[in-house]
């Protein structure tokens, strides 16, 4: 077992060896409970009947179809399902096998409609700073984790970063939420204006920031100014619901709590709970109909793009999400679990920020409360949290540079949506115990 290339080249990994609902257990035997969903893929848990049965069903009857030359059930029902949900405008679905994919697709098309369309000067895309949209080249370029950037900047197109709205850490103590708002939506205006309208192309944001600053939602009406900014000088909306979509934060799309809907969305893990590797585009009927009256042909694809397992997989989490009535335990458990973090850590000296929607919640990690210091980066508490939660049976999902890069500390929770009160508890308990730990430790 020495030759995987691993995440860290430094670190000797525990062995998976099988998982049901909530937990997954190692070769040892030792059973850890997976409070962040792996990275908020798992939905639905480990193991969950409905979608093994379609996974199965789907290898014996067509294992892999390629999409130029077929199309198959399994993606045409997956489409018409996603489409019954999706928000006002969405027409089309583009099958990817992730999130990083499936922003690609979205900047791509973005490109190319403005071509069809008459528009080949708009090419510019404006994103926010301490924002994720993926790891591949393209994703990295319009995404704000510095850390993640850092080593790739050659290589990376130019985007412009505006601020994020992250009311914690940069709302003024004299602004209303209202005026924060306000003055951080219109950095939007103005780079358009800076840049020339008639050459920026989309504009891209998480509805729910996810894992590089946890769990940050925006002000009220934020995205709201955020449409008409965009509406008025032409520009598209992209909005990246790889993590907080799907369910996550309560509603299908988190999107839906904002009052808006997007021209283009990307969707991913919690779209397949894990079951297998999927992705998708979902794009506005007038950027289909662009496509269609022009060039006829997105200029774009991949090989597993519509996989028939895949997409079979994804039918089986939507509709078990349905039957079982799963969001309405998102809404109720993602109280729960609010409740539960502030009675653990609300008068906890070192949290200085609770924050989240539905299941998708986060603890912000401070040195000093009243300041909101954070901890020195070279501590790397939010990794020696991480040991001491997989030391008690805990999976969370931390990260450092929460604030701009290189300062700040957060925990990500993400639990599936099969989650129990009593699941919450534990998480939480376990949790605490692991924060009191790694902050106790010296150095």
Same mark, same amino acid.
């Given at each position: 077992?020495?030759? *995987? ?14 998982? &049901? ?14 409070a962040s969903g792996g990275a908020a893929v ?8 409905? *979608? ?21 059930? !399994? ?17 089309? /679905? ?8 499936? #922003?690609? +697709? ?15 000067r708009r090419r510019r895309f404006i994103s ?72 920026? &192309? +989309? ?12 769990? *940050?939602?925006? *002000? ?31 509603? /299908? ?63 089986? /989490? ?12 998102? &809404? ?23 924050r989240g929607r539905g299941l998708l919640q986060? #603890? ?24 001491? !939660?997989? +030391? ?52």
């Amino acid at each position: 077992m020495d030759h *995987v290339f691993y995440r860290s080249a430094r670190q000797s990994m525990p062995v998976a060896v099988s998982g &049901a609902g909530l937990t997954i257990t190692d070769r040892d035997g030792k059973t850890y409970i997976d409070a962040s969903g792996g990275a908020a893929v798992s939905c639905l848990g480990h193991g969950h009947p409905n *979608v093994v049965r379609a996974v199965q069903r789907q290898v014996a009857d067509l294992a892999y179809a390629h999409t130029s030359f077929f199309t198959t059930e !399994a993606a045409e029902q997956l489409a018409d399902a996603l489409i019954e949900s999706a928000p006002e405008g969405i027409e089309r /679905v583009y099958f990817v096998s992730g999130g990083s994919e499936a #922003i690609e +697709a979205a900047l791509k098309l973005a490109r190319q409609y403005f071509l069809e369309i008459g528009q080949p000067r708009r090419r510019r895309f404006i994103s926010r700073r301490q924002s994720y949209h993926g790891n591949t080249l393209g994703a990295l370029a319009v995404g704000g984790n510095a850390w993640r950037r850092a080593p790739y900047d050659p290589l990376l197109m130019e985007v412009s970063l505006i601020a994020p709205c992250f009311a914690y850490r940069f709302k003024d103590a004299n602004e209303s939420e209202a005026e924060y708002g306000q003055r951080v939506a219109d950095e939007l205006e103005h780079e358009i204006q800076r840049l020339g309208p008639e050459t920026v &192309a +989309a504009f891209v944001a998480e509805p729910v920031v996810g894992a590089t600053a946890g769990a *940050v939602t925006a *002000v009220p009406r934020y995205f709201k100014r955020i449409r008409e900014i965009c509406d008025r000088h032409g520009v598209l909306l992209i909005l990246d619901e790889v993590m907080c979509g799907m369910g996550r934060t309560g509603t /299908v799309h988190a999107c839906a709590q904002e009052g808006i809907a997007p021209d283009l969305m990307t969707i991913a893990k919690g779209l397949g709970g894990g079951y297998q590797p999927i992705g998708a585009m979902l794009a506005s009927g007038k950027i289909h109909d662009a496509v269609a009256r022009g060039s006829g042909a997105f200029m774009h694809g991949h090989t597993y793009m519509g996989h028939p397992v895949a997409c079979a997989a994804s039918l089986a /989490v939507l509709t078990t999400l349905r039957e079982e009535h799963l969001l309405d335990n998102v &809404a109720k458990m993602g109280r729960h679990l609010s409740e539960r973090l502030q009675d653990r850590f609300g008068n906890h000296r070192h949290i200085g920020d609770i924050r989240g929607r539905g299941l998708l919640q986060a #603890i912000e990690l401070v040195a000093d409360r009243p300041t909101k210091q954070p901890f020195a980066p070279e501590r790397q508490l939010h990794a020696r949290i991480k040991r001491e !939660a997989m +030391a008690r049976g805990l999976m969370v999902y931390p990260m450092g540079g929460t604030i701009d890069g290189r300062l700040g500390d957060h925990v990500l929770l993400a639990p599936p949506y099969i989650a129990t009160a009593p699941d919450i508890d534990t998480i939480v308990e376990r949790l605490g115990e692991a924060v009191d730990a790694a902050i106790a430790q010296p150095g």
